[in-house]
Nanobody
Framework: QVQLVESGGGLVQPGGSLRLSCVASGFTFSSADMSWYRQTQGKERELVASITVAGGTTNYKDSVKGRFTISRDNAKNTVYLQMRSLTPEDTAVYYC?????????????WGQGTQVTVSS
């Protein structure tokens, strides 16, 4: 059973930092591309950052470049999102996503989400 469990969200003041974690289980983590998405009420879920299997390639939404860093620890089956210089526009529910390669195909899985609120 695939599970993605996010943690690390919370309330932070503008300019502050948070680190999100997503612990994965039920699949070979080192063979999955991992991403962080976020969603605010009434809007579509959007890709924030992604990292390839070996961590060699990362991609970021333009508005978070230079402020957010995605990383992974394959030994701990964990992907991280370090967020700095947070602004109220970063307020959202953040979701962990895994693209898992199975013998029968590639499937996407989601965590339950963790709320990030940036407010003074």
């Amino acid at each position: 059973q695939v599970q993605l469990v996010e943690s690390g969200g919370g309330l932070v003041q503008p300019g502050g930092s948070l680190r999100l974690s997503c612990v994965a289980s039920g699949f070979t983590f080192s063979s999955a591309d991992m991403s962080w998405y976020r969603q605010t009420q009434g809007k579509e879920r959007e890709l924030v950052a992604s990292i390839t299997v070996a961590g060699g390639t990362t991609n970021y939404k333009d508005s978070v470049k230079g402020r957010f860093t995605i990383s992974r620890d394959n030994a701990k089956n964990t992907v991280y999102l370090q967020m700095r210089s947070l602004t109220p526009e970063d307020t959202a529910v953040y979701y962990c996503n895994a693209l898992v390669n199975w013998p029968w195909g590639r499937l996407a899985y989601w965590g339950q989400g963790t709320q990030v609120t940036v407010s003074s």
